[in-house]
T-cell receptor, first 114, second 114 residues
Framework: ETGVTQTPRHLVMGMTNKKSLKCEQH?????MYWYKQSAKKPLELMFV???????ENNSVPSRFSPECPNSSHLFLHLHTLQPEDSALYLC?????????????FGSGTRLTVV | QQQVKQSPQSLIVQKGGIPIINCAYE??????FPWYQQFPGKGPALLIA?????SEKKEGRFTISFNKSAKQFSLHIMDSQPGDSATYFC?????????????FGTGTRLQVTL
């Protein structure tokens, strides 16, 4: 394990459901990120939290709602998703900027929207 | 607009060969260039990184070559092994503030055969 834990590992949800993805790190990092990974596309940055404040929202649809209650936990709340939202959602953390020690990624949540 | 272009999309080499993966970037403000390695079912993990003040960095069998004037950098894997079979992502960021946004390439799927 990398020290960044994501749950659940797999999630199948209907377009009208509401679900949440959870990310937890106990590495002492102070920045956390959500990325979306789709086949043959670059990892897409969705949200950045630094010191528990959202510092980046990369034009993500409002059906994705992040929450960072403390420096160790990050959530991604999902509602009324579309089939094109099916992807691997990766959480990452860092100690300050990526150039310090890099990002530490979790193993991701494989989301399927039916 | 894709800020980091990566090629090739896939690569097959024999054991002992030297696969080379290339990336080009557009944003001259980028000042940190890492490579990440991802195995199936896992999140990406930092492999090696370089800053623009050096032209080459070597860590074990992995070497980054950096050409600032051409805005290109590449990953070389010496004496490749079947265990190196994975997807490799280049990335770039501007290291400012308390967190940084890594912009990733599309990935290269490497297969090392016996």
């Amino acid at each position: 394990e990398t020290g960044v834990t994501q749950t659940p590992r797999h999630l199948v949800m209907g377009m009208t459901n509401k679900k949440s993805l959870k990310c937890e790190q106990h590495l002492g990092h102070n920045a956390m990120y959500w990325y979306k990974q789709s086949a043959k596309k670059p990892l897409e940055l969705m949200f950045v939290y630094s010191l528990e404040e959202r510092v980046e929202n990369n034009s993500v649809p409002s059906r994705f709602s992040p929450e960072c209650p403390n420096s160790s936990h990050l959530f991604l709340h999902l509602h009324t998703l579309q089939p094109e939202d099916s992807a691997l959602y990766l959480c990452a953390s860092s100690l300050g900027t990526a150039g310090n020690y890099g990002y530490t990624f979790g193993s991701g949540t494989r989301l399927t929207v039916v | 607009q894709q800020q980091v272009k990566q090629s090739p999309q896939s690569l097959i080499v024999q054991k002992g060969g030297i696969p080379i993966i290339n990336c080009a970037y557009e944003n001259t403000a980028f000042d940190y260039f890492p490579w990440y390695q991802q195995f199936p079912g896992k999140g990406p993990a930092l492999l090696i990184a370089i800053r623009p003040d050096v032209s080459e960095k070597k860590e074990g069998r992995f070497t980054i070559s950096f050409n600032k004037s051409a805005k290109q950098f590449s990953l070389h894997i010496m004496d490749s092994q079947p265990g190196d079979s994975a997807t490799y992502f280049c990335a770039a960021s501007r290291e400012r503030g308390t967190a940084s946004k890594l912009t990733f390439g599309t990935g290269t799927r490497l297969q090392v055969t016996l």
